[in-house]
């Protein structure tokens, strides 16, 4: 799907032009951050139900204990943090508009599983209205 190619064409991108000896602590925090929030999300989710494509699995359940209880896509928390701290690192303004359409792409592919997972769970509604889509609270 086209919105998989986008994403993975944005991380690629920002990662080959980080300037790694420009990693400050905010930056190094950032990635601590998206690699907790990953393995978080992977550990709630299950691995059955992790898929890159935005579709459901035969058997997908909704997932909305531990760091989904906060977040809806916290996979998309971590890679968006993950690509900010590439970015802080070589701050120009491709990099920032890259970093731009990963997020607008992002947004758009997780109104596509969000779509899937109201068709095919009746509490995703209210679980929506609940959470934040990429941030707590928001």
Do not use: W
Not at 9 to 15: D, F, K, Q, R
Not at 71 to 89: D, E, G, N, Q
Not at 102 to 122: A, G, H, W
């Amino acid at each position: 799907m086209i919105y998989v190619v986008i994403q993975f064409g944005c991380i690629i991108y920002l990662i080959i032009n980080a300037q790694f000896d420009h990693l400050d602590v905010l930056s190094t925090s950032f990635i601590m951050l998206s690699i907790i929030i990953g393995l978080l999300a992977v550990v709630n989710m299950r691995l059955s139900n992790l898929n890159i494509v935005p579709t459901l699995k035969d058997r997908h359940q909704l997932v909305t204990h531990g760091i989904y209880r906060f977040i809806r896509h916290p996979m998309y928390t971590s890679v968006l943090l993950f690509c900010l701290s590439f970015t802080l690192t070589n701050l120009h303004s491709l990099s920032l508009l890259i970093l731009l359409v990963l997020f607008i792409d992002l947004i758009f592919k997780s109104n596509v599983e969000e779509v899937l997972l109201t068709e095919r769970f009746n509490t995703y509604h209210d679980y929506k209205n609940k959470t934040g889509r990429f941030l707590p609270f928001l």
